[in-house]
T-cell receptor, first 112, second 112 residues
């Protein structure tokens, strides 16, 4: 099992550009989520999904879109990048609310 | 205001020594409390998961305790090793809610 994989590992964008952060898991987990991690702050939930075709907003959803067409994939789209979106982004998956959550290696995003 | 507060923000210990990290939370009702270890440049990895009815949970040299009455948890690291250098994150999960509350983490540096 590869677990949770994320691509790219690092990305530099210019303000206004759009891009998609990829996330995939091979553990057949129903629950997937996207977080951002900023210095001195805890991870903050951007969007999450409880199954294919179902997504919902987290704590900081503005400026981001998600879709869940398959159980395995949960891409995060930045519509029009802003410097405030400079952060490290983590994707995670879990079998259920009381189960262990597995995180991907992260994507470091720099918006100039 | 963050509902999960961790202390200290950082600490340095000598290899072989013990240390204790603190986590105070205000979220309720909660389903379970977790401790994660995050190595620099990598995603968090689960160490322990405790329900509100559990007082202690161990994972090798890591022992987590929970006092649901005072809403406090601690993570004790015994006989620290250089590989214990990482950030340790406390996470509280609300009952029947997928939105996790993350602490900002405690950075532990173990020196030879």
């Amino acid at each position: 099992n590869a677990g949770v994989t994320q691509t790219p590992k690092f990305q530099v964008l210019k303000t206004g550009q759009s891009m998609t952060l990829q996330c995939a898991q091979d553990m057949n987990h129903e629950y997937m989520s996207w977080y951002r991690q900023d210095p001195g702050m805890g991870l903050r939930l951007i969007h999450y999904s409880v199954g294919a075709g179902i997504t919902d907003q987290g704590e900081v959803p503005n400026g981001y879109n998600v879709s869940r067409s398959t159980t395995e994939d949960f891409p995060l789209r930045l519509l029009s990048a802003a410097p405030s979106q400079t952060s490290v982004y983590f994707c995670a998956s879990t079998r259920g609310l009381r189960e262990t959550q597995y995180f991907g290696p992260g994507t470091r995003l720099l918006v100039l | 205001k963050n509902q999960v507060e961790q202390s200290p923000q950082s600490l340095i210990i000598l290899e072989g020594k013990n240390c204790t990290l603190q986590c105070n939370y205000t979220v309720s009702p909660f389903s379970n409390l977790r401790w994660y270890k995050q190595d620099t440049g990598r995603g968090p990895v689960s160490l322990t998961i405790m329900t509100f009815s559990e007082n202690t949970k161990s994972n090798g040299r890591y022992t987590a305790t929970l006092d649901a009455d005072t809403k406090q948890s601690s993570l004790h690291i015994t006989a620290s090793q250089l590989s214990d250098s990482a950030s340790y994150i406390c996470v509280v999960i609300l009952d029947n809610d997928y939105k996790l509350s993350f602490g900002a983490g405690t950075t532990v540096t173990v020196r030879a």
